[in-house]
């Protein structure tokens, strides 16, 4: 008998967002033809029998082979980091092209383009970080990189390098906006943090801990509401990057229930950790150093209520690895003084994993609801969806099979990417991605990598539904309405 598809997995329980059903997936090519039972036989057939069958997930936030203003990498290549993202059921990454100061965006696009294509396993798309808003960035480069595929902008509102002020970032808002391109912001009041930290410093409190009450919830609460009403006056979708207190989720709240279109994430970190696992013997604090800082027990709560409610869409990592040693946070001396210590801290290959446990597990969510937070929700928002998010015909063949009931308990050993270190490490896991498909190649198979760097590819994407602005936001008393001058 000649096969049908040149794939089948078999007999497993099928999860997509909405639904989750036993059934056969077929997949011809890389692309997934059906989904439905007693489907015909495959050329190979993976058996799937008491296994979930989920989309791959997707990380829309992660730090890749990213230069600094200051002229570092951090930890991991595009290898590294896409070969742990794929050990932890993640076929899809968002990482940052970085714009620094005195940079042309096109040299940018070509540099992270050129990076990724020679060491990705998994695929990819772009946002770029724009840290010099020049004439010409506005007028041509944002329009062309768009044209090309990167269809999503990030903003700083803080960091000395990289911030870009109320005037400037209203201009890129608006750039992005004819653009039709999604801006992400990394949204804290920059002042609040420099003062915190330089107070802090005078007093001598220069340890780890000292890290997170440099960072002010306020500086969240400020940041979330300011950059809210500049969505507002332009009309421009935005998504606020790793919300990490209960204000700022009710300030996305409020601002969602005006009309603002505003998106939100947050990621692992907020969910897990909490700003006292920072107090650690000597350095080890600063293994866990990452902005904004993990918050309480109540900041959780309220995080997990505003998931539930809608007003933050998506889980992601804010993977930004540094090696625990001179190369990374140790790179200023031994006993580096916290404003000396470069924040982030590894997160791609242990988000699905984490998620899972505890969305699945521990918060009885269900298995949908897991998936649209780490797959369909990133897919939809940033415009890769239906091909990428989900298990449908026509769909890429971007699948994770689980094993529900297996335990793993987290070590830094069991790590694939160049941290060195998980911060989760001797954490009990139940639930793990064992056999992972990208575009219907195993990636993961066997407990090995099964493909070769570059063989991850570049998605072209633009703004999308998401990014468009809703035309009922520009409100009568932007002047630029009242007066008929029609700027926007
Ligand atoms: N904070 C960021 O804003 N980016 C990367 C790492 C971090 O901790
Ligand atoms: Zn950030
Ligand atoms: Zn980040």
């Given at each position: 008998?000649?096969?049908a598809?040149?794939l089948?997995?078999?007999?497993?329980?099928?999860?997509?967002?909405?639904d989750?059903?036993?059934a056969?997936?077929?997949?011809e090519?890389?692309t997934?033809?059906a989904?439905?039972?007693g489907?015909g036989?495959g050329?190979r057939?993976i058996?799937?029998?008491?296994?979930?069958?989920?989309?791959?997930?997707?990380?829309?936030h992660?730090?890749?082979?990213?230069?600094?203003?200051?002229?570092f990498?951090n930890?991991d290549?595009?290898?590294?980091?896409?070969?742990s993202?794929a050990?932890?059921g993640?076929?899809t990454?968002?990482?940052?092209?970085?714009?620094?100061?005195?940079?042309k965006?096109?040299?940018?696009?070509?540099?992270?383009?050129a990076l990724?294509?020679?060491?990705?396993v998994i695929?990819?798309?772009l946002?770029m970080?724009?840290?010099?808003?020049t004439?010409e960035?506005?007028?041509?480069?944002?329009?062309?990189m768009?044209?090309?595929?990167i269809g999503?902008?990030?903003l700083?509102m803080?960091y000395d390098r990289?911030?870009v002020?109320d005037?400037?970032?209203?201009?890129?808002l608006?750039?992005?906006?004819r653009s039709?391109?999604?801006?992400?912001?990394?949204?804290?009041?920059?002042?609040?943090?420099s003062?915190?930290a330089r107070?802090?410093?005078e007093?001598?409190h220069v340890?780890?801990?000292?890290?997170?009450m440099?960072?002010?919830?306020?500086?969240?609460?400020?940041?979330f509401?300011r950059?809210?009403?500049?969505?507002?006056l332009?009309?421009?979708p935005v998504?606020?990057?790793h919300?990490?207190?209960?204000?700022?989720?009710?300030?996305?709240?409020?601002?969602r229930?005006r009309?603002?279109?505003?998106f939100?994430?947050?990621?692992p970190?907020?969910?897990?950790?909490?700003?006292?696992?920072?107090?650690?013997?000597g350095?080890?604090?600063?293994?866990?150093?990452f902005s904004?800082?993990?918050r309480s027990?109540?900041?959780?709560?309220a995080?997990w209520r505003?998931l539930?409610?809608g007003?933050l869409?998506?889980?992601?990592?804010?993977?930004a690895?540094?090696?625990?040693?001179?190369?990374g946070?140790l790179?200023a001396?031994?006993?580096?003084?916290f404003?000396?210590?470069?924040?982030g801290m590894?997160?791609?290959?242990t988000?699905?994993?984490?998620?899972?446990?505890?969305m699945?597990?521990?918060?009885?969510?269900?298995?949908?609801?897991f998936v649209e937070l780490t797959a369909?929700?990133?897919?939809k928002i940033y415009?890769?969806?239906?091909?990428?998010?989900?298990?449908a015909?026509?769909?890429?063949?971007?699948?994770?099979i689980?094993?529900?009931?297996?335990?793993v308990t987290?070590?830094?050993?069991k790590?694939h990417?160049?941290?060195?270190?998980t911060?989760?490490?001797?954490r009990?896991?139940?639930?793990?991605p064992e056999?992972?498909?990208?575009?219907g190649t195993?990636?993961?198979?066997?407990?090995?990598?099964?493909?070769?760097?570059?063989?991850?590819?570049?998605l072209?994407?633009?703004?999308?539904?998401?990014?468009?602005?809703?035309g009922?936001?520009v409100?009568e008393?932007?002047?630029?309405?009242n007066?008929?001058a029609?700027?926007?």
């Open positions: 008998m000649s096969a598809y040149d089948v997995i078999r007999g497993g329980t099928v999860v997509t967002a909405t989750s059903v036993k056969d997936v077929a997949i090519g890389e997934v033809v989904v439905g039972r489907l036989q050329r057939e058996d799937a029998a008491g296994k979930l069958v989920l989309p791959g997930g997707i990380d829309a992660c730090h890749v082979e990213q230069m600094t203003a200051g002229g990498r930890a290549t595009f290898e590294t980091a896409t070969r993202a050990f932890g993640t076929t990454i968002i990482p940052f092209a970085a714009q620094h100061v005195g940079m965006l096109p040299e940018v696009v070509s540099e992270y383009r990724a294509a020679k060491g990705a695929d990819y798309a946002h970080i724009i840290a010099d808003p004439a960035t506005l007028a041509t480069d944002i329009p062309a768009v044209e090309e595929g999503s902008i990030k700083f803080t990289l911030k002020d005037e400037k970032f209203l201009d890129v608006l750039a992005a906006r039709g391109a999604m801006v992400c912001v990394h949204a804290e009041n920059h002042g609040m943090l003062w915190m107070k802090l410093t007093a001598g340890a780890p801990k000292f890290h997170a440099s960072h002010p919830r306020l500086a969240e609460t400020e940041a509401t950059l809210a009403a500049m969505s507002e332009v009309d421009q998504m606020i990057f919300v990490s207190t209960a204000e700022g989720a009710e300030v996305i709240r409020a601002a229930g009309g603002v279109k505003l939100a994430e947050t990621c970190q907020y969910l897990v950790l909490k700003a006292e696992d920072v107090d650690r013997p350095l080890e604090g600063a293994k866990l150093m904004p800082p993990s027990a109540s900041d959780q709560d995080l505003a539930d409610l007003d869409q998506l889980v992601s990592s804010d993977h690895p540094s090696r625990f040693d001179e190369t946070k790179r001396g031994p006993n580096p003084p404003k000396q210590i470069p924040n590894p997160g791609l290959e988000r699905m994993p984490l998620m899972f446990d505890l699945v597990n521990r918060r009885g969510m269900g298995l949908s609801r369909t929700n990133p897919a415009n890769l969806h239906p091909r990428k998010g989900t298990i015909a026509g769909a890429d063949a971007d699948i994770a689980w094993d529900p009931e297996r335990e987290l070590s830094d050993e790590m990417d160049l941290a060195g270190y911060p989760y490490a001797g009990v896991i139940r639930g793990w056999t992972v498909l990208v575009r195993p990636v993961i198979d066997g407990g090995s990598l099964a493909v070769a760097p570059g063989f991850g590819r570049f072209p994407r633009k703004g999308g539904e998401a990014a468009r602005p809703t009922r936001l409100r008393m932007d002047p630029a309405r007066f008929g029609n700027i926007l």
